[in-house]
């Protein structure tokens, strides 16, 4: 039976790079490119047929963002397909970002210099806005949309005899003390891409734990530091011509420095290939990349507890209900 994988932000990046890997694995998949903006999806959508001319390429227009778009999205998917093998949440934003450069000097001096390097602790920060829905922008993409689209999906990925996977694009740069349960929006800090990844963590092991004995099964990944739109956005572009060969030497120190959205698109890959059952929810599958150039995938322990997971679902159920009762009141003034 032909395999169906849906990915979101399939138009650039890390996202445009998976959809050609998926091909290459299988190129029976019926494949769903799930973009916000369907000039690029269809470019994406040409330049992967050009490749590979005999392949299914769906294309479903999605806002994660947008609660709307998001359940007419889900809705297309449903009339669209029986079933859904994978579900690649990829989509993601980092809104305003800022280098700290005295964080980036001070740490550049200290023991955790491969740390700062590899997960951005400390260095970026950034300043984030209310969507139309009323909820944080980065919190929203990166997440609760995601997270509703799962919800609105669940008739096609609750299939005992048909197990799905859920694959998240997590981030190094997720981190526990960014996150908080009483402003699990972030409206409050200055991490809110690190808040919004460490929350993508937290879900994916609340809903293994909720989902599995229906088939259900969910693995986060960090795809490693990638040269995509969202990094090259990070900083001004001069300052990345003198950056970026000295980033292809950090590669020989460190695994992470995947550079590329083909070598970032590692483990995701890998996740593909995998027996749903021989995964461990609780830890992050990692793109790595040896000095020589070799991708490999390596799995690290997440720094969370299932107790906060299990309260922070439970916040996300009840913020679901609250936004789609507005929306449906809103609808019925119309
Ligand atoms: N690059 C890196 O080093 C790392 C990236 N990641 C994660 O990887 C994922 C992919 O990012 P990357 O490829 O790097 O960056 P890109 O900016 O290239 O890709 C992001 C994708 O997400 C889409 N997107 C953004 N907002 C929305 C929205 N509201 N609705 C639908 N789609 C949306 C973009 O669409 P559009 O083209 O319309 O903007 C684009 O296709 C993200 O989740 C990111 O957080 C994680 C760790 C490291
Ligand atoms: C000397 C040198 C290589 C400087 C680069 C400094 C920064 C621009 C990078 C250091 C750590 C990087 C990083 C990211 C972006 C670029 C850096 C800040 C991410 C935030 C990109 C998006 C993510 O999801 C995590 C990355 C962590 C590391």
Redesign the pocket.
């Known amino acids: 039976m032909e395999r169906v994988a849906v990915v ?10 998976l959809c050609r890997r998926l091909l290459q694995e299988d190129a029976g998949i019926r494949l769903c490119l ?4 369907m000039e ?1 999806a269809v470019a994406t959508r040409a330049r992967l047929l050009v490749t590979f001319p005999n392949t299914q390429i769906f294309l479903i227009q ?5 609660m709307e ?1 998001v359940l007419r999205a889900a809705k297309e998917i449903k009339q669209r397909f029986q079933r859904l093998d994978y579900l690649y949440l ?5 809104l305003n970002p800022h280098i700290d450069c005295k964080a980036f000097f001070r740490g550049l001096f200290s023991r955790r210099a491969v740390h700062m390097l590899t997960t951005a602790e400390g260095l970026v920060t950034q300043e984030d806005r209310v969507t139309a829905d009323g909820l944080q922008e980065v919190f929203q ?2 997440l609760f ?1 995601h997270f509703v689209l799962i919800q609105q999906l669940e008739p096609l990925l609750s299939q005992l005899e048909n197990p799905s996977h859920l694959i998240w ?5 997720a981190r526990r003390s960014n996150f908080s349960l009483v402003d699990f929006q972030h409206s409050q800090g200055k991490e809110s ?1 690190s808040s919004s ?1 460490y929350a993508t963590d937290l879900t994916s092991v609340v809903l293994n734990k909720h989902f599995n004995k229906q088939g259900l099964y969910s693995s986060v990944v ?10 090259y ?1 990070i900083l001004p572009s001069f300052v990345w011509k003198l950056l970026i060969p000295i980033m292809w030497l950090i590669r020989f120190f460190t695994s992470t420095y995947t550079m590329t ?1 083909y070598n ?1 698109a590692e483990a995701l890959v890998w996740l593909f290939r995998q027996k749903l059952e021989s995964l461990d929810p609780l830890v992050k599958y990692h793109s790595c990349i040896s000095p020589w150039g070799k991708n490999y995938v390596e799995p690290r322990k997440m720094d969370l507890d299932e107790e906060t997971a299990e309260i922070f679902y439970q916040n996300l159920l009840e913020l679901e209900r609250q936004v789609l009762m507005r929306l449906e009141g809103q609808q019925n003034i119309k």
């Not at 990829?90 to 980092?94: E, L, V």
């Not at 694009?169 to 740069?173: C, G, K, L």
């Not at 960090?222 to 990094?231: A, F, I, L, R």
């Open positions: 979101t932000g399939a138009s650039s990046g890390i996202g445009a790079a799930a973009c916000r903006n690029k999605v806002d994660v963002g947008s778009s990829n989509a993601g934003i980092m993409t990166n949309g694009t997590s981030s190094s740069n891409y990844k960090c795809p490693g530091v990638v040269m995509t739109n969202m990094t956005g959205p970032g």
